[in-house]
T-cell receptor, first 114, second 108 residues
């Protein structure tokens, strides 16, 4: 069982839809992360939130919009996605952003863009 | 973050020790060695990390060479459930950059 919960587990959406991915942790962690993982590739960092503020944006297109409404929740808002955005989206958390802090991952949302 | 080199795949018999190597010759003094694994259809799972000294926990042991340019992750008694992609990552912070990893296949 993972301590980081991601919903939904699967999502199919059209290119004109707006949807959101959700991530929740109750470990008191103050850093949260979004990763994107294409098939047979390693995860790639997208965003880092530290104490509810965006600290790293790895040049992610604006059609991905992260939000951290409180210390336990992390959202990823999706709008006007492209077929190449189909991937596994992973959320992770760690105690804070300073190292060495192991990250705890959820099992991801598998996103398909039609 | 320093780059890592890992073999793309390894095999191990169930019950035997699995020794997964990682080269990180450009590691700097304040960077840690982290190991994660990813079982099919799951998120990555933290295994262990270390700076200079060897480390052991309930999952594995981490052996770091004295010059810190390479390390080995040891799973002492591999089971079928240890079949996964194992990632060796060098980082001075909690931010991780994943390489291609090693696909470990444990067979009966």
């Amino acid at each position: 069982d993972t301590e980081v919960t991601q919903t939904p587990k699967h999502l199919v959406m059209g290119m004109t839809n707006k949807k959101s991915l959700k991530c929740e942790q109750h470990m008191g962690h103050r850093a949260m992360y979004w990763y994107k993982q294409k098939a047979k590739k390693p995860p790639e960092l997208m965003f880092v939130y530290s104490y509810e503020k965006l600290s790293i944006n790895e040049s992610v297109p604006s059609r991905f919009s992260p939000e951290c409404p409180n210390s336990s929740l992390l959202n990823l808002h999706l709008h006007a996605l492209q077929p190449e955005d189909s991937a596994l989206y992973l959320c992770a958390s760690s105690q804070d952003e300073s190292g060495p802090q192991p990250q705890h991952f959820g099992d991801g949302t598998r996103l398909s863009i039609l | 973050d320093a780059k890592t080199t890992q073999p793309p795949s390894m095999d191990c018999a169930e019950g035997r020790a699995a020794n997964l190597p990682c080269n990180h010759s450009t590691i700097s003094g304040n960077e840690y060695v982290y190991w994660y694994r990813q079982i099919h259809s799951q998120g990555p799972q933290y295994i262990i990390h270390g700076l200079k000294n060897n480390e052991t926990n309930e999952m594995a042991s981490l052996i770091i060479t004295e010059d810190r340019k390479s390390s080995t992750l040891i799973l002492p008694h591999a089971t079928l459930r240890d079949t996964a992609v194992y990632y060796c990552i060098i980082s001075g912070y909690s931010t991780l950059t994943f390489g291609k990893g090693t696909m470990l296949l444990v067979s009966p």
